[in-house]
């Protein structure tokens, strides 16, 4: 796992271990004893070839969070680890024998559909970015296509909604992904015998305005939550 240090990679890590014999990756030396006698650190920066293909040999499957996640960053801050980055993580995980790619996209890709209020949205529409951010990750996607047709790489990508505890405003009520439905989302993710797809990363959100139907179909994700059950203290007595 990429980025194991982040927001999401910090919520998923004890959902996936002793589950999986995981290898936790971050450019900083930030992290901790791994969870398990099985697991293992390494280090090593997405815009060194050498150190993504450190990372990735000998694995079955590689869950890639880390990127520059920020929708104000400039083209210069996304550049190395969204668009260089993700080259080197599909070109060492090809050159590895990795089966899988489980990468972690965002809503962003499509976020002047949400912007316009555009919805519902499907995982099918063209891409409608509404950053340099959503711009490099739709070029994640894109890749990922490629790396699956061309060879027969698994590419699983999930345009994450808003990964938090709880929801915090409506906007993040329509997005939320609970940390148990992140982790059910990317265990199915890693269980597909599913070649390539992209599939919207959300709860299951009374006021979602995201098709999640190709997960459920494709994946069998079945999502537990609803962020409906903050209404009332969110948006009080006119929710």
Not at 4 to 19: D, F, I, K, Q, S
Not at 151 to 173: I, Q
Not at 182 to 210: D, H
Request: aromatic letters at 8%; glycine letters at 10%.
């Amino acid at each position: 796992m990429t980025g194991a240090t982040g927001g999401v990679g910090r919520m998923l890590v004890p959902a996936l271990a002793g589950r999986y014999r995981l290898r936790l990756h971050d450019r900083a030396d930030t992290l901790a004893a791994p969870p398990g006698d099985r697991d293992m650190v390494v280090n090593g920066d997405l815009e060194r070839f050498a150190d993504v293909a450190a990372t990735v040999a000998g694995a079955d499957a590689v869950v890639h969070l880390a990127a520059q996640a920020s929708p104000e960053a400039s083209w210069e801050e996304v550049d190395g680890p969204n668009i260089t980055g993700a080259f080197h993580l599909f070109e060492a995980s090809r050159r590895a024998g990795v089966r899988k790619v489980v990468f972690a996209s965002t809503n962003h890709v499509t976020g002047m559909y949400d912007r316009d209020r555009a919805w519902p949205l499907r995982p099918d529409q063209p891409v409608r970015p509404d950053s340099l951010y959503g711009v490099s990750k739709a070029f994640g996607e894109a890749l990922g296509r490629y790396y699956a047709d061309a060879f027969g790489l698994h590419v699983l990508c999930l345009r994450l909604g808003s990964v938090l505890e709880r929801p915090l405003d409506e906007e993040t009520m329509r997005k939320w992904l609970s940390p148990r439905d992140l982790a059910q989302l990317v265990t199915r993710c890693l269980q597909s015998e599913q070649r390539f797809g992209i599939y919207y990363g959300v709860s299951a959100n009374t006021r979602g305005r995201w098709d999640i139907t190709n997960a459920r179909r494709e994946l069998g994700y079945a999502p537990q939550d609803d962020s409906e059950a903050f209404a009332h203290e969110i948006l009080g007595g006119g929710s």
